[in-house]
């Protein structure tokens, strides 16, 4: 794995917020922390309201993890543009992260507990 990235189980129960509305719970959650970055966590799409969300056409490559892929949310407040992020085909070394999704924290809410 990339010296600099970790990657470890929730414990706790996430809960992910957009809008007002929760989109899922998890008891599968993980957290990844990269360098001096914040950790980010990452919920399993499974654990998550998928039918409020759809892909956009953004797309970025990071040189640990590779290319991700991004989802709007629409909720009853309206859209919350590329608030999500996806690494649908990760680099080996990150492999636990596929099939998982991250959020931005000024979109949407995701606590532990």
Known sequence: MAGHITIAPIPDEVTVVAGGAVLGTS?????????SYPPVIYVPREDLDMGVMERTTRSTTCPWKGAASYY???????????????YEDPKPEVAAIAGHLAFYADKVSVTRG
């Open 27 to 35: 008891r599968r959650a993980l957290e990844l922390r990269e360098g």
């Open 72 to 86: 709007s949310i629409r909720t009853g407040a309206g859209l919350l543009e590329n608030a999500v992020w996806s």
